[in-house]
């Protein structure tokens, strides 16, 4: 088990179709939840994995990155805010509180 | 308003069929994102933090309420449900999928929309006054010129592939710029000369960025007919001349900066003396054709109204007298008033507009201004051609909408860029700063004792907040991971130019805020009479006494 701050690497992109934020699974798949994420032991180890989505899965995911990452007893925390924010979404209101109309998901 | 002719329709509907074959050949991946980016960006189409954003562009500012209908009903059944107006009068949707973008092309072509050259190294939107064709100071409608300068510039072969983006502005208005044309790649004033003649003034190289320059006259006076010879002139220049090693160097102002404007004026002339030949000027059928899109519409013959309009700042119902008092803009025609609708609402967004607040505006323009409304630079939309005697009824729609704030000009009228939240290029988050801001001085009264203010937000050096000419500037910046701001003082958009001036060191993001409130106070304290404003108090005393107050600590409690 991870000790809680431990700095992990996993890598990230964008789902080509939709433009939402995309993670490498463990099964070399790629999904939305940051917590499902493939960890990294460093940067280095994330560079292969990278260097394939861009030769091979562009048409699933566009622009390939490696980030760093805490690990701890929440799970997987991105290190910078840019990130948490890629993560969980923007941090204030996304559209207007319409009455008669239901507030779509981030 | 401008309508297409065949020619603009062919044009724009066989752009939105390339595009298409273009996202379908990204989607099937048979091109990569590295060859798709240039194409996209072309259209309008960036890669954000969470999803694509399409930037829509609004020549100089100008929406029909059918423009407006159709901008609702994209956000409702492409994006979430909103949309946002940018710092340079386009709108933007933060949330488009790729496979939607070319049926969102397809039915904004359906109204003359696009989203052609709101991004890349090309001339992008030419911005104007959003009080043209109805402003009482103007010389001349600019609109027709900023129009024959759009189409000059959409698809210019010449100018595809310019070292960086190429911003133009222009204003009819000699005596106060509302279109910040000094802060322009190429500015452009309409101006009379000792003749009486009018023409044009051109400066060149302003720019904001992360390098701040105020632009500079080339010429001081061009005759009408040569406009177009003259831009491409200064363009084909910086296509020759700017640089192109290094993006951070490539604007214009750089190169105008590098050469010395004499140096650089030298060269204009030369390379316009060279290539202008009679084939290039502006024939006066094509001006008047133009001009005869932007007649004044069917004005009704009235009082002036300004008895009435000045019964209505005094209303017993407040918040009508006030919005009328802050929001409404005289206008050239009696009985006419602009209405400056503030998309300024408390705990949104600055510039997000929903679908249904879209839709109602776009009745409010036909019901209201002759169908027409303008966006403005300020994240606002302006109703050009109100009658001051419906003014209640409109104020009364607008409060039905949550649009009605009065604070057009004030403090909390922000203008503020996506920032950290959207923004692939930002450092620094702006929105909540700004909605905090909002808060924290959301008492009308206290608004109107601060008087004109204009706070300025920027997520990143790119300046899209305009940061480098608000009264108070504020910068987005990272420090080693953790968002700090920076606090400027001093900026001015207009004739009377300026750049802010940095205070001193960042602040944290709990501390910035504060310390906006501590240089407002200070100021109270300042200035000299209610008349004097804050930027005239900046200029009068320094930064000093404001930087003492921004940076005081409060004394520690007694233990």
Redesign the interface.
């Known amino acids: 088990m991870q000790h809680k701050g431990a700095t992990h690497w996993i890598v990230t992109a964008n789902f080509t179709a939709s433009g939402a934020v995309a993670y490498l699974r463990e099964d070399g798949s790629w999904g939305q939840k940051l917590a499902e994420s493939r960890l990294f032991a460093d940067e280095e180890a994330t560079k292969p994995l990278v260097a394939l989505a861009q030769k091979t899965q562009q048409f699933t995911v566009s622009d390939p990155y490696g980030i760093d990452v805490h690990v701890g007893e929440s799970g997987i925390e991105p290190v910078t805010k840019r990130e948490s924010i890629r993560a969980l979404g923007p941090t204030t209101p996304i559209r207007r509180p319409d009455s008669g109309r239901e507030r779509l998901p981030v | 308003m401008y309508k297409y002719d065949a020619y603009d329709t062919r044009i724009i509907r066989e752009r939105a069929a390339q595009f298409r074959g273009q996202v379908e050949r990204?989607?099937?991946?048979e091109i990569?994102?590295d060859e798709f980016k240039p194409l996209r960006l072309q259209n309008g189409l960036y890669?954000?933090?969470?999803?694509?954003m399409l930037r829509v562009a609004v020549p100089y500012g100008l929406l029909s309420s059918k423009q407006l209908r159709k901008l609702a009903h994209v956000a409702r059944t492409y994006d979430?449900?909103?949309a946002h107006v940018t710092t340079r009068q386009n709108f933007q949707y933060?949330?488009?999928?790729?496979?939607d973008v070319p049926k969102i092309l397809d039915e904004l072509a359906d109204v003359e929309m696009h989203a052609v050259q709101t991004s890349g190294n090309c001339v992008r939107n030419v911005t104007s006054d959003p009080f043209a064709g109805i402003a009482q100071d103007e010389l001349e409608d600019p609109r027709p010129w900023a129009e024959i300068m759009r189409q000059w510039s959409t698809f210019h072969p010449e100018f595809a592939a310019l070292p960086r983006k190429f911003k133009i502005a222009i204003t009819g208005a000699p005596g106060e710029d509302r279109a910040a044309v000094k802060f322009h790649d190429i500015g452009v004033r309409i101006v009379k000369n000792a003749a009486g003649e009018v023409g044009f003034e051109i400066l060149a190289g302003g720019g904001m960025g992360r390098t701040p320059i105020i632009g500079q006259v080339v010429r001081e006076f061009l005759p009408k007919e040569q406009l177009l010879g003259y831009l491409e002139a200064i363009l084909r220049v910086y296509n020759l001349s700017g640089r192109r090693d290094n993006k951070y160097k490539a604007r214009i102002k750089i190169l105008v900066t590098a050469l010395g404007i004499e140096e650089f004026r030298r060269l204009v002339e030369e390379e316009f003396a060279a290539s202008y030949t009679p084939d290039l000027e502006l024939p006066v059928g094509e001006i008047e054709r133009v001009k005869a899109f932007f007649l004044p519409p069917a004005y009704e013959s009235l009082p002036d109204g300004a008895s009435q309009l000045a019964a209505f700042k005094l209303a017993p119902e407040r918040r009508f007298g006030q919005w009328v008092t802050n929001n409404t803009v005289a206008h050239k025609v009696p009985g006419y008033a602009a209405a400056v609708i503030s998309i300024k609402?408390k705990?949104?967004?600055p510039g997000?507009?929903?679908?249904?607040?879209l839709d109602a505006l776009a009745d409010l323009a036909d019901r209201f201004s002759m169908g027409l409304a303008t966006t403005t630079h300020t994240q606002n939309l302006v109703l050009p051609d109100v009658k001051i005697s419906e003014l209640p009824q409109l104020f009364a729609a607008l409060e039905n909408l949550?649009l009605a704030e009065a604070n057009y000009g004030k403090l909390t009228d922000l203008i503020t860029c996506p920032g950290?939240?959207?923004c692939a290029l930002?450092n620094?988050?702006s929105?909540?700063l700004s909605?905090e801001i909002s808060e924290r001085f959301d008492r009308i009264d206290y608004l109107n004792d601060i008087g004109d203010i204009a706070i300025k937000i920027s997520g990143c050096i790119n300046a899209c907040g305009h940061h480098h000419v608000g009264h108070i500037g504020i910068l987005g910046i990272d420090k080693k991971?953790?968002?700090a701001y920076q606090l400027q003082l001093g900026g001015s958009p207009g004739n009377d130019a300026s750049i802010g001036k940095i205070l001193g060191p960042a602040f944290a993001e709990d501390e910035i805020v504060d310390a906006v409130e501590k240089v407002i106070v200070k100021y109270l304290e300042l200035r000299d009479s209610a008349e004097e404003t804050f930027l005239q108090t900046v200029r009068r005393v320094g930064l000093e006494p404001f930087k003492q107050a921004a940076y005081e600590k409060a004394p520690a409690a007694a233990e």
């Open positions: 990204r989607l099937s991946g990569t994102e890669m954000q933090l969470h999803a694509y979430k449900g909103y933060n949330w488009p999928s790729l496979e609402t705990g949104i967004p997000d507009v929903s679908d249904t607040q949550d950290l939240d959207y930002a620094a988050r929105i909540p909605l991971g953790v968002e």
